[in-house]
């Protein structure tokens, strides 16, 4: 019985259309198209930390034009909460979001125009040191997994456009 439904199982997903999104690893065509994609300068230090990373998963390659900008425009806010009887915060919630357009370059056409963000939870200590320490650590954390949502997102579109060729 377990064997009949093993082979039907097997057979079935023999049928499926799922490819691995990096297929052909740093020679393959999404990783190809990655290469090809410049970041636009973002203002402030979150800025500075969403675009390094960025530019740390794109793996922009030497001596190509790029093909492709990706512009983004990012909100950054640390909401306090938790409010003790003496009216001081017991946690904060720091949150970014970023509003990212890749752009062909050759002719200033938007082709994805979507957003991405993340938020962390801080504990406020008495260390005034400690809270803006764990503010900064927060931002680098969600600098980072914003990064990674934005490349994701463009190697599906690199991946879709591959496949539509």
């Given amino acids: 019985m377990w064997g009949f439904a093993l082979i039907l199982s097997a057979l079935a997903l023999s049928g499926c259309t799922l490819r691995p999104l990096y297929a052909g690893g740093g ?13 636009a300068p973002i203002a402030g230090r979150a800025g500075w930390l969403v675009r390094t990373a960025l530019e740390d998963r794109l793996g922009q390659r030497e001596g190509e034009s790029p093909r492709y900008r ?41 082709l994805l125009d979507a957003t991405a963000g993340s938020d962390a939870g801080i504990d ?8 803006v320490a764990a503010e900064q650590t927060a931002l680098e ?12 997102r463009v190697a599906v579109y690199a991946a879709r456009s591959e496949a539509a060729r």
């Fill in 141 to 152: 954390r969600l600098a980072k997994e914003v990064a990674d949502q934005i490349v994701s």
């Fill in 27 to 39: 020679q393959g065509a999404v990783a190809q198209t990655l290469g090809t994609v410049t970041v």
């Fill in 70 to 110: 990706l512009e983004i425009e990012l909100d950054d806010d640390i909401t306090g909460f938790g409010i003790r009887r003496d009216s001081s915060v017991t946690r904060e919630r720091r949150t970014l979001r970023a509003r990212y357009r890749l752009v062909d370059a050759a002719v200033g056409t938007v």
């Fill in 124 to 131: 406020v200590v008495g260390s005034e040191y400690a809270t």
